[in-house]
Nanobody, 127 residues
Framework: QVQLVESGGGLVQAGDSLRLSCAASGRTFSSYAMGWFRQAPGKEREFVAGTSRSGAYTTYPNSVKGRFTISRDNAKNTVYLQMNSLKPNDTAVYYC????????????????????WGQGTQVTVSS
């Protein structure tokens, strides 16, 4: 089992950058594919970034591709989400998620594919 704690959210202006962190408990962090999702008020939770166990493979939806970068440091049991050129419609609660993977470099984009979730961190982008 793994516990996830996000941090780094806050209030920024449009065009600014922000880096979110997600710290994981446990000694097998490198066995988990990781993802970031977000949920804006009144909207469904949506996928924003995913990475494989090693971090060698990543995937993004078109809405954030080129602006957001997911990375991980398995020695620190931490996954990051670097967000650049932020827009007001990026405002949401951001969640990290983990999925145990026996082997391979798969990334996952669906909510149902993840086993563990953090509590979320609020990101607010003002215009």
């Amino acid at each position: 089992q793994v516990q996830l704690v996000e941090s780094g959210g806050g209030l920024v202006q449009a065009g600014d950058s922000l880096r979110l962190s997600c710290a994981a408990s446990g000694r097998t962090f490198s066995s988990y594919a990781m993802g970031w999702f977000r949920q804006a008020p009144g909207k469904e939770r949506e996928f924003v970034a995913g990475t494989s166990r090693s971090g060698a493979y990543t995937t993004y939806p078109n809405s954030v591709k080129g602006r957001f970068t997911i990375s991980r440091d398995n020695a620190k049991n931490t996954v990051y989400l670097q967000m650049n050129s932020l827009k007001p419609n990026d405002t949401a609660v951001y969640y990290c998620a983990a999925r145990f993977v026996y082997s391979g470099g798969s990334q996952y984009t669906r909510i149902s594919e993840y086993d563990y979730w953090g509590q979320g961190t609020q990101v607010t982008v003002s215009s």
